[in-house]
């Protein structure tokens, strides 16, 4: 028989798994977040939104050289927006696949291949002088982009509730870091032999004007991979041969075994998270509420953000008469860059404070309700400029409107708490990861398009004087926080 040492408690049936939610904020202190393990992940995180956003600034300008569109500038768009969405395509279609694929052979092989494969496939959109080479090169960054899935998956097993809303805080910072020194690369190394004659000679720089951006990308994906390589410790526990034994396997004393307690009779009682006999889980096993309700509420959350990103621009860009501002690109992205420099202060010193005093669920509400004023003021923006010009005045709303949806990207980080407690096993957690974030990969898709194209129709037919599209955003920012509040606070409590 074997017997637990004093200090260890002992658990039988009458003994409650959980301890209850007020011993959680008496007893538990913030426990430090292992820097090094989280560094590396915050490389992953950043290399991903710097790669698919650093074609940006020449696409365009990229598809009109290819001589596919005939000399129809309309066409630009199509060919453009077509190779911008594969991305986000692909990897609605492998993520899933990636994160169930790391719950059986672990986080850290997953990871590798989908940064190696990011590397090569940015080399590879460098080189491409054909529509259907940027085509290929594209599809398979996205369809090896499932490291998003499995990154968020190995920063939930590397934090606890009392830091993981630290931990989701840096990651949403560093993807803020990521969406805006993409852009700004790709556009200063574009056509290096233009606009660095001097250092960038040569036929190559010629051929491939568009490859240095690129090449600064893959090559941030090959250092990422080498200290993927050399530092990162797997998060998923190698499962033994034998797991019959409560804690003898081999005829020998297993460590993953140490969480195992027996009670006073010596049965085997009461199995960790880290157990032996987990599995992954079915996929039907994670179509339940509990799994379901945080997911459906990323896509709405998703949808919404990425409605308004697109809206920005198109805002920004159209004519004043037809209910937009008329800004210039240089205006466009000193506005668009104001968001990227107080996002990122926000997340850091706003987010952890506020979910550890007020909790996930009441950030990610406050959030969900930021759509609402965000989107009010696009109207209330336009009727200003229509009557008295782009004035100083126009700034106030405009950059209150920005702070808005700064303090919205909070949500992000509440709902992936949410999401990576909602995993029926830590072997599931991939796959429950993937699954959410292919729901999200998808609304970024239908997103822009349903946002854009109501933002047409709406000022090619004049409804609601060319305002209708707003007040449906509005409604469907309302639905998404009556969603929210099916969200089940005490989930996000337990480890």
């Not at 990323?298 to 198109?314: D, H, N, S």
């Not at 550890?356 to 004023?373: E, S, T």
């Not at 796959?431 to 998808?442: E, M, P, Y």
């Not at 639905?479 to 996000?492: P, W």
Request: proline share 7%; net charge neutral; hydrophobic share 50%.
């Amino acid at each position: 028989m074997l017997h637990l040492p004093e200090s260890e408690p002992v658990c039988d049936e009458e003994t409650a798994l959980l301890p209850s939610i007020t011993s959680l904020k008496d007893k538990k202190q913030p426990t430090p977040l292992p820097k090094v393990q989280i560094s590396i992940l915050l490389m992953v995180q950043l290399i991903e939104p710097f790669s698919a956003h650093c074609i940006y600034p020449f696409i365009n300008q990229l598809v009109r050289e290819l001589d596919i569109t005939e000399g129809d500038e309309r066409k630009v768009g199509y060919y453009a927006g077509m190779i911008e969405t594969l991305f986000f395509a692909a990897q609605a279609l492998t993520v899933f696949q990636w994160g169930r694929l790391s719950d059986r052979i672990g986080r850290k092989p997953v990871l590798l291949l989908g940064v190696f494969g990011l590397s090569l496939s940015m080399l590879c959109f460098g080189l491409s002088r054909t529509f259907w080479g940027l085509v290929l090169s594209r599809s398979i960054s996205g369809a090896l982009g499932g490291n998003t899935g499995v990154m968020k998956s190995m920063l939930g097993e590397l934090t606890d509730s009392t830091n993981r809303a630290q931990g989701f805080a840096l990651m949403t910072l560093t993807w803020s870091v990521g969406v805006t020194l993409g852009p700004t690369v790709g556009g200063i190394l574009a056509r290096p032999q233009d606009n660095f004659p001097h250092v960038f000679k040569g036929a190559f720089w010629a051929e491939y004007p568009y490859f240095l951006p690129c090449a600064v990308a893959a090559s941030l994906a090959a250092v990422t991979f080498i200290c993927l390589l050399v530092f990162l410790t797997e998060a998923l526990p190698v499962r033994p041969s034998c797991t019959t034994a409560p804690v003898v396997c081999g005829g020998r004393t297993d460590s993953s075994v140490d969480s195992r307690a027996t009670n006073h009779q010596g049965v085997d009682s009461f199995t960790s998270p880290l157990s032996l006999s987990e599995e992954p889980v079915p996929l039907r096993s994670l179509m339940i509420p509990s799994v379901l309700i945080p997911m459906i509420n990323y896509g709405a959350l998703a949808t919404l953000e990425i409605a308004m990103l697109a809206l920005l621009p198109l805002f920004y860009s159209t004519p004043v008469e037809v209910g937009g501002l008329g800004f210039s690109p240089a205006t466009i992205g000193m506005t668009m860059g104001f968001f990227g420099v107080i996002n990122g202060p926000i997340q850091v010193l706003l987010f952890p404070p506020l979910v550890n005093h007020y909790g996930p669920k009441a950030v990610f509400c406050m959030g969900i309700i930021c759509f609402m004023p965000i989107f009010t003021l696009f109207p209330v923006i336009s009727a200003a400029a229509q009557w008295w010009g782009v004035t100083r005045l126009i700034w106030i709303p405009l950059l209150s409107q920005l702070v808005f949806a700064a303090i919205q990207e909070m949500s992000f980080g509440c709902i992936l708490m949410f999401i990576t407690s909602s995993a029926p096993n830590r072997r599931s957690l991939g796959a429950t990861v993937g699954l959410a974030q292919t729901t999200a990969s998808v609304a970024r898709i239908v997103g822009p398009i349903l946002s854009t194209s109501m933002f047409a129709f709406s000022v090619q037919h004049n409804l609601l004087g060319g305002y209708a599209i707003y007040p449906i955003l509005v409604i469907l920012s309302a639905l998404a926080r009556v969603l929210a509040s099916r969200l089940d606070e005490e989930a996000v409590k337990r480890d």
